[in-house]
């Protein structure tokens, strides 16, 4: 029936990065492991079946099964962060944003944002993403003193620019986000208010975060970053604007949706849901916290001075002022550790090169690291960062970070 591609290279290729996965420690901050069960949902024939429209207005036949499949998937996160309504289509992140703003904003409206550079987030106005170029954002950021988001500079924007919608949550930002200024801010100027909770979802479903659900209009996120769910986006709103944001995914921006990723989505959002996991979100800021502990040791400076969530954002200048994030980075890898380089707040190196990493908890928790493991992992960073030239120290690190990794295996299948 099929041609015989079982084993086409391309399975090899899978083969070796579920080895890389299980061998390497993958400290990228949006990154997690799903669970076997997410993947298995996500690895069915749902991805057959053409379901364009909603649970009972669908444009094809045959949907009984996938309109099951939907409703559960909004039933059940629209509980699990007590909202009025929730749509499970965007495909990701930057398709929940700009299905909002689709909803919202005509061309050329204002938005206030939090600023790339400070640690906001490519769809929060960039002018190389279709949000910068159709639509004109304002930009806040944090204090210089603090390093936390400045709420004084968010609300004198706002009331000097009137923007339409309010944009709150961030992409490397290590401290927690109060959502109740912005709203005071959005009543006093009449903005409509969106938190975009995308790393954060997980923390707040394990109710380690303030949820922004009572506040915002417009709550988007991705559903695989802490909520440990499959690839891709979710929004919730309110009941008001439930039909114009659901038009804006369908049929405004996508059209048929993944129903075996909203599957998989809807078993994700009743693992989030149990005891188990609340205990998950707050090991991920346990271990957070100690790592920067050990890492402020090894003499790298926290921007902010800490973390109150799943990242650290390093400022390597302290450490080394020639090393940047761009080497940082690659050096890391070499040694088995993953993670990314980022701009720390007013960076005089260019996004590509930068001066500092962004360090994220979540995978390494998934996997069942606890503070021990945190404090070794901050040692071979300093290591590896100290003596980035010798080959000895990157092979002595590497096998310390297998053997680590060994002992907590993410998945048992393969390799
Ligand atoms: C990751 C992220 C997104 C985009 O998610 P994708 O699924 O990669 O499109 C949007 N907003 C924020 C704040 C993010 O961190």
Not at 135 to 159: C, H, K, P, W
Not at 167 to 195: H, K, N, Q, W
Not at 256 to 269: Q, S
Not at 302 to 310: A, C, F, I, R, T
Request: charged content about 20%.
């Amino acid at each position: 029936m099929w041609p015989d591609s079982g084993s086409d290279v391309v399975f090899e290729m899978i083969e070796r990065e579920v080895e890389r996965q299980n061998t390497t420690l993958q400290l990228i901050a949006s990154e997690n492991f799903a669970s076997p069960a997410v993947l298995r949902a996500s690895g069915s024939v749902l991805t057959n079946k053409y379901s364009e429209g909603y649970p009972g207005r669908r444009y094809y036949g045959g949907n009984q099964v996938i309109d099951e499949v939907e409703s559960i998937a909004r039933e059940r996160l629209s509980t699990l962060f007590g909202a009025e309504h929730a749509n499970v289509q965007p495909h990701s992140g930057a398709n929940a944003n700009l299905a909002v703003y689709l909803a919202v904003l005509e061309v050329g409206d204002t938005v206030l944002g939090m600023s790339l550079d400070h640690g906001g987030h490519l769809t929060h106005g960039s002018p190389v993403n279709i949000s910068g170029r159709n639509y004109n954002f304002m930009s806040y950021g944090v204090t210089s003193s603090d390093e936390r988001i400045d709420y004084d500079q968010v609300r004198d924007l706002a009331l000097k620019h009137h923007p339409k919608l309010i944009v709150a949550g961030a992409t490397s930002y290590a401290r927690t986000i109060d959502p109740a200024p912005f709203r005071a801010i959005a009543d006093e100027v009449g903005a409509l208010y969106m938190f975009d909770a995308a790393h954060i979802a997980g923390l707040i479903a394990g109710g380690i975060h303030p949820s922004p659900v009572p506040y915002a209009d417009i709550v988007t996120f991705t559903t695989h970053k802490t909520l440990r769910g499959p690839r891709g986006g979710a929004i919730l709103c309110t009941t008001e604007l439930a039909s114009v944001i659901d038009k804006a995914i369908f049929p405004g921006l996508q059209g048929g949706p993944l129903e075996h990723a909203i599957a998989a989505k809807a078993v994700a959002f009743a693992e989030a849901a149990t005891p188990e996991f609340a205990d998950y979100a707050s090991q991920i800021v346990q271990n957070s916290t100690e790592l920067g502990k050990g890492l402020a040791a090894e003499g790298f400076r926290l921007v902010s001075g800490g973390s109150d969530n799943h990242l650290l954002l390093v400022d390597l200048r302290t450490f080394d002022e020639d090393l940047t994030g761009k080497q940082a980075q690659e050096v890391l890898d070499l040694a088995g550790i993953t993670l990314n380089k980022n701009t720390v707040p007013d960076d005089p190196r260019s996004p590509f090169v930068t001066s500092g990493l962004r360090i994220g908890t979540p995978a390494t928790t998934t996997q069942g690291m606890g503070a021990t493991e945190m404090a070794q992992i901050s040692k071979l960073i300093g290591r590896t960062l100290r003596h980035s030239e010798d080959h000895r120290t990157l092979s002595a690190v590497r096998s310390e970070v297998s053997e680590l990794c060994d002992r907590f295996r993410p998945y048992a299948f393969a390799s």
